[in-house]
């Protein structure tokens, strides 16, 4: 049985090679761990070509990692290697398998569910999917289909003619992102068998330690993927047990809440944090983001300032803190609002894993994708034009989609991990009338996610109630007449909050409204 999981394509560009003999790169890279190679090359005469898949074949054949050709048949028959990878534009794979036989390995190109489905009816014997990111190494993309991309075609593949046929994926991979295409692309039913990497090795200044570090990350779970527990059954009781103990644990670990942040809501969200029982820092410097994910604390990476630099330092810090394990809460303020703004949720998404993705209904439509937000004036959430059961449709098939934990806030705000859907119906009017109050209630979240990693569904309902029924409570007060007299109200809420808990008393609790509105599929 063939290897797929680490598949390297070799790329003879100068600039790629830096002087250094291909062959030499290649036999570093096999026995650093490689187990596949293909040869492409689109420059070199035949003859050249055909001497140098030969030179190759010594190399990967002792160690039993086959070696296919890109395209070119005539080649793969000459050399006598076991295959070749064809293209959409290539020759067509009914005659390449007549060409050279039943034994060859043919593998195809794949970008789209239509073009999988057929090369894996057509009898193909792997399917290289892709492009997964954008890269400078493939001209003539068609298009950058992601992880979302991944899962479609993955799902597709589940009710072909042959639901287990291997996988590889290709396009802007390497050690930053392996683990998360892995993890990010995964179906319930299939999984993607391979990475292919190009320069990532091949321009490495050691092939063979990249490509044995390589091998290690395929074997290892994501720092972030830790094992979930399952929700527990949705009662009153259920929830005043289980919110109440990632409280108490808020509470006696004091997270560090990372707030990468709007400027504007910098002071309120740190305040929200100390009331809570978190430790803020407001950083927005990408470089010490590796000391910070370190201490055991969440990210809250805010859009409301986005510039170039801003996004540079928001990957680093994504990178980061999935690394070191620490959960990220992604929240794409006025993401509708500018072309620049849902280009940069698109770049921020594929930079990194967020474990929660907060934002209004326009703004979760934006991260859909889909057609499902209308353009924004600003951060305002604007006017619902989406029902109840059309926002947990949409919530959970981007929470589904990027396999995380997906927020829509509103009157009735709706959770969801892909598999649950919940909505929550707590809050006050109050707290759309204050400058950042969305924006704290990221850090709030970024705190819990800390506290309770056990289960991030529950964390996340956790925070929301906590913050949520806070308000409440505050615009009940005798001494609240309005925005002005709301805020310092709903701090000393927040803080009353959790010192009750702490005491063991959460009837606090009792207030919270929430319903399971999981949608079928």
Same mark, same amino acid.
């Given at each position: 049985?063939?290897?797929?999981?680490?598949?390297?394509?070799?790329?003879?560009?100068?600039?790629?090679?830096? @002087?250094?003999?291909?062959?030499?790169?290649?036999?570093?890279?096999?026995?650093?761990?490689?187990?596949?190679?293909?040869?492409?090359?689109?420059?070199?005469?035949?003859?050249?070509?055909?001497?140098?898949?030969? #030179?190759? %074949?010594?190399?990967?054949?002792?160690?039993?990692?086959?070696?296919?050709?890109?395209?070119?048949?005539?080649?793969?028959?000459?050399?006598?290697?076991?295959? +070749? %990878?064809?293209?959409?534009?290539?020759?067509?794979?009914?005659?390449?398998?007549?060409?050279?036989?039943?034994? =060859?390995?043919? $593998?195809?190109?794949?970008? *789209?569910?239509?073009?999988?489905?057929?090369?894996?009816?057509?009898?193909?014997?792997?399917?290289? /999917?892709?492009?997964?990111?954008?890269?400078?190494?493939?001209?003539?993309?068609?298009?950058?289909?992601?992880?979302? @991309?991944?899962?479609?075609?993955?799902?597709?593949?589940?009710? *072909? &003619?042959?639901?287990?046929?291997?996988?590889?994926?290709?396009?802007?991979?390497?050690?930053?992102?392996?683990?998360?295409?892995?993890?990010?692309?995964?179906?319930?039913?299939?999984?993607?068998?391979?990475?292919?990497?190009? *320069?990532?090795?091949?321009? =490495?200044?050691?092939?063979?330690?990249?490509?044995?570090?390589?091998?290690?990350?395929?074997?290892?779970?994501?720092?972030?993927?830790?094992? #979930?527990?399952?929700?527990?059954?949705?009662?009153?009781?259920?929830?005043?047990?289980?919110?109440?103990?990632?409280?108490?644990?808020?509470?006696?670990?004091?997270?560090?809440?990372?707030?990468?942040?709007?400027?504007?809501?910098?002071?309120?969200?740190?305040?929200?944090?100390?009331?809570?029982?978190?430790?803020? /820092?407001?950083? &927005?410097?990408?470089?010490?983001?590796?000391?910070?994910? #370190?201490?055991?604390?969440?990210?809250? /990476?805010?859009?409301?300032?986005?510039?170039?630099?801003?996004?540079?330092?928001?990957?680093?810090?994504?990178?980061?803190?999935?690394?070191?394990?620490?959960?990220?809460?992604?929240?794409?303020?006025?993401?509708?609002?500018?072309?620049?703004?849902?280009?940069?949720?698109?770049?921020?998404?594929?930079?990194?894993?967020?474990?929660?993705?907060?934002?209004?209904?326009?703004?979760?439509?934006?991260?859909?994708?889909? @057609? =499902?937000?209308? #353009?924004?004036?600003?951060?305002?959430? @604007?006017?619902?034009?989406?029902?109840?059961?059309?926002?947990?449709?949409?919530?959970?098939?981007?929470?589904?989609?990027?396999?995380?934990?997906?927020?829509?806030?509103?009157?009735?705000?709706?959770?969801?991990?892909?598999?649950?859907?919940?909505?929550?119906?707590?809050? %006050?009017?109050?707290?759309?009338?204050?400058? $950042?109050?969305?924006?704290?209630?990221?850090?709030?979240?970024?705190?819990?996610?800390?506290?309770?990693?056990?289960?991030?569904?529950?964390?996340?309902?956790?925070? +929301?109630? %906590?913050?949520? /029924?806070?308000?409440?409570?505050?615009?009940?007060?005798?001494?609240?007449?309005?925005?002005?007299?709301?805020?310092?109200?709903?701090?000393?809420?927040?803080?009353?909050?959790?010192?009750?808990?702490?005491?063991?008393? *959460?009837?606090?609790?009792?207030?919270?409204?929430?319903?399971?509105?999981?949608?079928?599929?």
């Amino acid at each position: 049985m063939v290897d797929y999981s680490l598949y390297l394509v070799t790329d003879n560009t100068p600039a790629i090679l830096k @002087g250094r003999d291909l062959v030499s790169v290649v036999k570093d890279a096999v026995e650093g761990g490689v187990t596949i190679v293909q040869l492409r090359d689109k420059t070199s005469d035949t003859g050249d070509m055909i001497k140098i898949a030969k #030179q190759l %074949h010594e190399v990967t054949k002792p160690h039993n990692v086959p070696l296919l050709i890109n395209d070119r048949v005539d080649v793969a028959l000459v050399a006598g290697v076991e295959g +070749v %990878h064809i293209g959409q534009d290539d020759i067509d794979l009914a005659s390449a398998r007549r060409i050279l036989g039943k034994d =060859a390995i043919i $593998g195809v190109t794949a970008s *789209s569910v239509e073009e999988a489905l057929r090369a894996t009816e057509g009898g193909a014997d792997y399917l290289g /999917i892709g492009t997964v990111f954008a890269t400078p190494t493939k001209e003539n993309t068609k298009s950058i289909i992601g992880t979302s @991309g991944l899962r479609d075609i993955l799902t597709a593949l589940t009710s *072909s &003619s042959n639901p287990s046929i291997p996988t590889v994926c290709i396009g802007g991979i390497n050690a930053s992102n392996t683990q998360r295409v892995l993890y990010q692309s995964a179906t319930p039913s299939k999984q993607i068998d391979g990475i292919a990497i190009v *320069s990532a090795i091949i321009a =490495a200044a050691s092939p063979k330690q990249v490509s044995a570090s390589l091998a290690t990350l395929i074997k290892t779970p994501p720092a972030f993927a830790a094992a #979930q527990t399952a929700f527990p059954p949705l009662s009153p009781t259920s929830i005043r047990t289980h919110a109440s103990a990632i409280l108490q644990a808020l509470a006696s670990t004091t997270p560090l809440s990372h707030n990468m942040t709007n400027q504007v809501v910098q002071n309120f969200a740190a305040n929200v944090a100390l009331c809570i029982g978190a430790s803020p /820092i407001m950083s &927005s410097n990408g470089a010490e983001a590796a000391d910070l994910a #370190q201490l055991g604390g969440g990210l809250v /990476i805010n859009m409301g300032t986005s510039t170039p630099d801003s996004l540079c330092a928001f990957a680093q810090a994504q990178r980061a803190y999935n690394a070191a394990g620490g959960p990220v809460v992604f929240d794409p303020v006025g993401a509708g609002a500018t072309a620049l703004r849902r280009s940069a949720v698109k770049e921020l998404l594929a930079a990194g894993y967020c474990d929660l993705i907060k934002g209004n209904e326009n703004e979760i439509g934006t991260v859909a994708g889909t @057609g =499902a937000a209308l #353009q924004q004036r600003g951060v305002d959430s @604007g006017t619902s034009h989406l029902s109840l059961r059309e926002k947990a449709a949409l919530v959970q098939r981007v929470a589904a989609r990027e396999r995380c934990i997906v927020l829509m806030t509103g009157a009735v705000d709706v959770l969801s991990d892909g598999a649950r859907t919940l909505a929550v119906r707590n809050g %006050h009017a109050l707290l759309g009338a204050i400058t $950042g109050s969305g924006c704290a209630l990221g850090t709030t979240l970024a705190a819990y996610l800390a506290a309770g990693r056990e289960c991030k569904l529950l964390a996340a309902l956790a925070g +929301v109630l %906590h913050y949520e /029924i806070a308000a409440e409570r505050a615009a009940r007060r005798d001494d609240v007449r309005g925005p002005g007299t709301f805020v310092p109200a709903f701090l000393d809420e927040l803080y009353r909050v959790r010192g009750e808990t702490v005491e063991g008393r *959460s009837e606090w609790l009792d207030g919270a409204r929430v319903e399971d509105v999981t949608v079928g599929v």
